[in-house]
């Protein structure tokens, strides 16, 4: 079972930078694809960013490209959504989730349903 657990959100005004981290106890990053998701009140759930095993193939939602960066960092078994010019738009509960990547499987990019893992989320607010 892989447990994700997510950190770094908080409140922060308009034009500011967050950096998120997604984190597993227990289990290498290192074969799962790692998707972003946001969920804002009274909204469903959109996929945000995602990163593919390799870290060579990344994704955006087209809201917050340029804004956004997705990496990881194996050595230190992390990934990272680096936020930059937050607009209030943004404010949502952010989650992660992982996907094991088999030679078979596809790379399950922004689809929510791609994903088996998931964390608990945490608040990002964006003061106007």
């Known amino acids: 079972e892989v447990q994700l657990v997510e950190s770094g959100g908080g409140l922060v005004q308009a034009g500011g930078s967050l950096r998120l981290s997604c984190a597993t106890s227990g289990q290498t990053f290192d074969d799962y694809a790692i998707g972003w998701f946001r969920q804002a009140p009274g909204k469903e759930r959109e996929g945000v960013s995602a990163?593919?095993?390799?870290?060579?193939?990344?994704l955006y939602v087209d809201s917050v490209k340029g804004r956004f960066t997705i990496s990881r960092n194996k050595a230190e078994n992390m990934v990272y959504l680096q936020m930059y010019s937050l607009k209030p738009e943004d404010t949502a509960v952010y989650y992660c989730?992982?996907?094991?990547?088999?030679?078979?499987?596809?790379?399950?990019?922004?689809?929510?349903?791609?994903?088996?893992?998931w964390g608990q989320g945490t608040q990002v607010t964006v003061s106007s």
């Open positions: 990163i593919s095993s390799s870290g060579g193939t990344t």
């Open positions: 989730a992982a996907r094991r990547i088999y030679y078979y499987t596809v790379f399950p990019g922004l689809r929510e349903s791609g994903y088996r893992y």
